[in-house]
């Protein structure tokens, strides 16, 4: 067990996870972050297979299994619901033990928290630099860093630090989501569906007894701010009923906008005694609902490997373990979001047709190496 102390600069997804197996394992850590509050944008998350695995590990699967919904089959469909291709989830389930799930983000962070040692965990701390292994916050407060992680983000300060700027792509599309009141019909209750229209798709599942985690997305030509009011929601109108009411009965207000970007690729996530994860050193397109998930597999392959090595061993042994996958992801990611919304009719007909005819099996096998384990 390594006992010297573990800085961790952002309390995401990440950042907690890593948190509860640093706990877990006896070592010592401290977690900044720099919001006032956890409050959590209206949104839900897909905890697949792998996250599972891992929170299966840390003793919360069953907990986290309670709050959220199962979802036993990932569908890609058409505007009127009609599927185009299917994955069943049963198989794995049955494998690892654990369910893909549905859930609230809210619930989500609420569960690690509370397995933290509250006075571990600090709010109301942005970074302003990073010298000499110390951290300096606004404000004027320091804290003296032995080993420091960066979990914080697509914009970390702590990368920034390490490698200077890195680029941001844009992948010209912008997102609303949005978590809304509403049952679906049994035939969907177990489900979560991509709708992929002319141009736009939507994405919807059941995440607890009485929500629904919806997302929509766009393109745009040169700024976000060509969507700017309510005329996006037009583009849905042909789309099933299903999808038309959850955005009719969803609060404009409770409606999060934002842009698709990725972080250029990087090959080196760790420099000395500090290491990025998640988001701060591979944030990708959320077209495979991987984004959380290949965070909260870093934070597990991480603490596994700070448990049996020195510092720079265990970042080496981190970095060689994650990358290849991470960067097939991240590649594949951003693929299907250009497939996912084209412009031409013909291009979309041609495109449902493939999906179709290919075999099941083959997607199936895309899921098993997606969804296992490096250790």
């Known amino acids: 067990m390594m006992d010297r102390h573990v800085s961790i600069v952002g309390g995401g997804i990440a950042g907690l996870t890593l948190a509860c197996h640093l706990q877990k394992s006896g070592t010592p850590y401290t977690v900044f972050e720099q919001a006032p509050n956890f409050k959590t944008v209206g949104a839900g998350i897909i905890l697949a297979n792998n996250a599972m695995q891992v929170f299966l590990k840390l003793g919360l699967a069953e907990e986290l299994s309670e709050k959220g919904r199962r979802v036993s089959y990932l569908n890609l469909v058409d505007e009127q ?184 690729w990087q090959n080196t996530w760790y420099k000395g005694d500090v290491c990025l994860i998640g988001d701060a050193c591979h944030a990708m397109t959320p077209n495979m609902g991987q984004g959380a998930g290949q965070g909260i597999e870093d934070a597990y392959i991480l603490a596994h490997c700070l448990k049996d090595n020195d510092v720079s061993e265990a970042f080496k042994r981190f970095q060689k373990l994650r990358i290849r996958k991470v960067k097939t992801i991240v590649n594949t990611s951003w693929r299907i979001g250009k497939i996912a919304q084209l412009d031409s009719s013909i291009s979309r007909k041609l495109r449902n047709m493939i999906l179709r005819i290919t075999p099941q099996k083959v997607a199936q096998n895309q899921l098993a190496k997606l969804i296992q384990l490096e250790i």
């Open 81 to 264: 619901l009609n599927i185009l291709t299917s994955s069943d989830l049963s198989p794995f389930e049955s494998k690892y033990g654990v369910k893909n799930i549905a859930i609230h983000r809210a619930d989500l962070q609420a569960s690690l928290l509370n397995r933290l040692n509250a006075d571990q965990v600090h709010l109301n701390k942005r970074v302003e630099s990073i010298s000499d292994n110390e951290l300096s916050f606004s404000g004027g407060t320091k804290h003296k860093v032995d080993v420091l992680i960066g979990a914080d983000g697509i914009h970390s300060q702590v990368r920034a630090a390490l490698f200077g700027e890195v680029p941001i792509q844009e992948a010209g599309q912008v997102c609303w989501r949005g978590v809304v009141d509403y049952q679906l019909p049994d035939s969907l209750a177990y489900q979560f569906n991509e709708a992929w229209g002319p141009s736009v798709r939507f994405g919807f599942g059941q995440i607890n007894e009485r929500q629904v985690y919806w997302f929509a997305l766009s393109k745009y030509k040169a700024s976000v701010s060509e969507w700017d009011g309510e005329d996006w929601k037009q583009g849905f109108n042909s789309f099933h009923p299903v999808v038309v009411d959850l955005l009719r009965l969803t609060p404009d207000d409770t409606i999060h906008r934002g842009e698709i970007s990725q972080l250029a």
